[in-house]
């Protein structure tokens, strides 16, 4: 990777991390549709531009658990699952990759 490919790598990952901490403040806030909508705008920018970068499905495997999780919070069972889903997803597809704030990689074999 030459020296403008590193810096376009990098301005992107910093994009798509202010939508995240953007949702995040969002959420301290209390305002779940806005923190979901950033955080969903993180997780879509996430996959546009690093599909097939291993260590960023961690990244979005959270991004996916943040968005379920505020969904669950929410009552909306349907949308939480669908993320919830997502979330496994991305665990599955990288299971060596650790996900220190859910421990329950290891056990997946068990749930599943």
Not at 39 to 57: G, Q, T
Not at 58 to 71: D, E, G, Q, S, V
């Amino acid at each position: 990777m030459d020296d403008e490919q590193e810096y376009q790598f990098n301005v992107k990952e910093l994009y798509t991390d202010c939508y995240y901490y953007s949702g995040s403040s969002y959420e301290n806030k209390h305002e779940s549709d806005k923190a979901i909508e950033y955080v969903l705008m993180a997780a879509n920018l996430k996959e546009r531009f690093f599909p097939d970068i291993p260590s960023h499905y961690c990244t979005l495997a959270k991004c996916y658990r943040f968005i379920a999780t505020k969904y669950d919070q929410m009552s909306n069972y349907d949308e939480a699952i669908t993320f919830y889903n997502k979330y496994l997803e991305k665990m599955e597809k990288h299971p060596e990759d650790e996900f220190p704030s859910l421990g329950i990689h290891n056990h997946s074999s068990e749930i599943l």
